[in-house]
């Protein structure tokens, strides 16, 4: 493919000249240090990239105020030198650097003063305490909750009318921020400042968002007069910096109402797009507008949008203006993205999410290499933003420890058997023959994958798949052999040097639940048996809801028996919306708090809240989770090793069941 790529041509941005067209867009990773400047996370992440042969990486969400966010900072002259060596490293592999500057939709200075006020209230009655002084440090401590009370009252205000109620002058402030930024990150070596087009300025853009009846509200002339002012601004601060500008969209969904509030509408961005060039602007970065409060919205997880769906909007961009254009948003293969760039849509390709999970796309497309693709499903990215934790790929062991996680050449080769080709199996096998090893995998079935190929079944996860595509391509690519319809003895593994177990778990049944209309969630996700008429499942964990959609996609009338006090725990934040919108359409039935004493034949019997019911079914369904399996391998003397779902009484996530085997086989 290299020969003939297009994602590897380079194009001309503004002053700089990308040497490809593959662009890291601007993602939260949670990796920067408190203060927001780059540290060693940080730094090791964006040069891994750098080194897996991205053209263009962009920061995301870099504040130009000392904001109460985590998220990168720029504010200080004193935080230049992190910048500027991250700059000079990326550049080192020909890679430029860019900004995605923002401003929160609320009042920094006002928000940031209350939760410094609730600190300092917290610390003095910690003092307090110290001295034995408990009345002050119940004062101090009533004090603090009531300021930090009013802090988020305030900032939850804010989100919804700041962009209204704040004054010219708070307008003007923000603006010098921002160019101040900008300078900052032109003395850095910063190749490029991208204007987050969407949060406060996307707000003042929007119809939507945006009352004001000032110079800045009304009309489109009005809304978008700032976003052009913030051009102006940062062209005069730091003239030698190349602009982008994300233009966020309001799209609309399949049942015709809005998907997002900030930014603006197709119609409107056309207009604003042709007055972002005139005024300077370098590159335009077309993506889905935020503030709809369900980050799923702005990235989909599987199944729930087609790929890059916002890409009719960026080819009628490209159409009207004369600077590049990049598409972002569920581009998941290198395949599409070269078709993209072959019909002229874009011109560069963000891809964000498939760049965690994979960052050597650039070079692999050089080298005609097996790609490991994004399964969109959200869980280690999406959900860790969400959730205030560091982001990660599930199948990629080395996100945000870069500096001390790489599969190394090992000292000698080793004769590896791993049992089992489950994901754990397979990222072992993948982690010993890149390290050098003569790999050999023992499998009991006729295929690889071992439980993905259950959890492809319930809808929309079909995409789940790709996770054991790629090994199907990079195995063989690697000399590992793979023996099917094997259940190795002892002796079929004592030749080897190394035994790696991944024979994974099973799943659980209920001894007091008995019968030909009792079935496991597992075989009916597997089709073993079918499903009809009024179905109760036991267990509303992952494994349980899901099969409830598999069932409603049956035909069946559904009820869901859970003990805790709700069912999808677990589930991504961006997915469970989704869920719920299903299992309302459908009226299905759910039973939290709720201990399945037994089943007559025609309905379960339960206690909920003390009280004794009844649960009319046709079918139970169990799904009350699984169990590690077990392997006899006493007498064998040589080191084995358990990763996955069989190496610990708590079974795992595929993203436990990765770094597991990371970590195994880089130890072998």
């Known amino acids: 493919m290299s020969t003939n790529s297009k994602l590897l041509q380079s194009i001309q941005v503004g002053n700089m000249t990308l040497k490809n067209r593959i662009m890291f867009p601007p993602l939260t990773t949670g990796y920067e240090e408190r203060d927001g400047s780059i540290g060693n996370r940080s730094f090791y992440f964006y040069k891994r990239l750098a080194q897996g042969g991205v053209g263009y990486v962009v920061i995301g969400d870099v504040a130009p105020v000392n904001t109460a966010s985590p998220t990168p900072k720029l504010y200080s002259d004193a935080q230049i030198p992190t910048f500027k060596k991250l700059a000079d490293a990326l550049h080192e592999y020909d890679c430029k650097l860019g900004l995605q500057i923002f401003h929160p939709e609320y ?12 600190m300092m209230a917290m610390k003095a009655a910690q003092e307090a305490k110290a001295k034995g002084d408990m009345e002050t440090f119940q004062t101090k401590m009533a004090e603090s909750e009531k300021i930090r009370g009013e802090a988020y009252a305030k900032l939850h205000h804010d989100m919804k009318f700041f962009v209204s109620e704040c004054s010219q002058d708070t307008l003007m402030d923000i603006k010098n921020s921002i160019a101040a930024c ?3 990150a032109q003395m850095a070596g910063v190749d490029a400042i991208e204007i987050h087009g969407d949060r406060l300025i996307g707000s003042l853009c929007s119809s939507l968002l945006n009352h004001r009846t000032d110079e800045y509200g009304g009309e489109l002339k009005n809304r978008i007069r700032y976003a052009l002012e913030i051009v102006h601004a940062i062209k005069e601060a730091a003239p030698e910096i190349t602009i982008e500008y994300k233009l966020p969209i309001i ?20 207009i604003l797009a042709q007055e972002l060039e005139k005024a300077g602007v370098n590159m335009i970065q077309v993506a889905q507008a935020n503030h709809t409060g369900n980050m799923g919205d702005t990235i989909p997880p599987m199944g729930t949008l087609p790929e890059n769906w916002t890409l009719d909007i960026c080819e009628k961009v490209k159409s009207l203006v004369s600077i590049p254009v990049a598409t972002v948003g569920r581009v998941i293969s290198v395949e599409n993205g070269e078709t993209i760039l072959a019909e002229e849509k874009a011109d560069i390709i963000g891809y964000g999410r498939s760049l965690l999970t994979d960052p050597d796309i650039a070079n692999k497309v050089m080298k005609d290499e097996p790609i490991r693709e994004c399964l969109n499903c959200n869980k280690g990215c999406v959900d860790a933003i969400q959730n205030r934790k560091y982001i990660s790929c599930v199948l990629n062991a080395e996100n945000g420890n870069e500096e001390t996680m790489k599969i190394l050449p090992s000292n000698s080769s080793k004769k590896v058997a791993i049992i089992g080709a489950g994901i754990a199996g397979l990222e072992a096998a993948r982690v010993a023959a890149i390290r050098g090893h003569q790999v050999t995998i023992f499998e009991k079935e006729d295929k690889i994958g071992g439980q993905i190929h259950l959890a492809s079944k319930p809808p929309r996860k079909e995409e789940i798949l790709r996770s054991i595509q790629y090994y199907e391509k990079v195995l063989p690519a690697l000399g590992v052999e793979i023996k099917y319809n094997r259940t190795p003895c002892i002796h079929c593994v004592s030749g080897y040097d190394e035994i790696i177990v991944a024979i994974g778990a099973q799943d659980i049944s ?44 049956k035909g069946c009338e559904v009820a869901i028996v859970e003990m805790l006090d709700t069912i999808a725990r677990g589930e991504s934040s961006t997915i469970l919306p989704v869920i719920q919108k299903d299992f309302k359409e459908h009226n299905v039935q759910e039973y939290t708090n709720t201990k399945v004493t037994g089943f007559n034949g025609t309905a379960i019997l339960a206690t909920k809240d003390e009280q004794e019911i009844e649960i009319p079914c046709d079918m139970v369904i169990v799904a009350v989770g699984s169990k590690k399996k077990e392997i006899d391998l006493t007498g064998l003397d040589k080191p084995i090793h358990y990763i996955g779902d069989c190496s610990q009484d708590k079974t795992a996530d595929i993203s ?4 597991s085997a990371y970590q195994c086989a880089n130890n072998l």
């Open 182 to 184: 900008a300078k900052r």
């Open 251 to 270: 799209t609309t969904n399949p049942d015709g109402s809005l998907r997002g509030k900030g930014g603006l509408i197709p119609e409107e961005a056309y």
């Open 656 to 659: 436990s069941a990765i770094r």
């Open 510 to 553: 209920l001894p007091f639940l008995q019968g030909e209309k009792v079935v496991s969630s597992w075989d009916v996700l597997d089709g073993k048996v079918e499903i009809q008429g009024k179905v109760a499942i036991i267990g509303g964990g992952l494994v349980g809801t899901e099969t409830a959609e598999f069932a409603l996609e």
């Open 107 to 118: 009042d920094v200075v006002g928000v940031g003063k209350m939760i410094m006020g609730s």
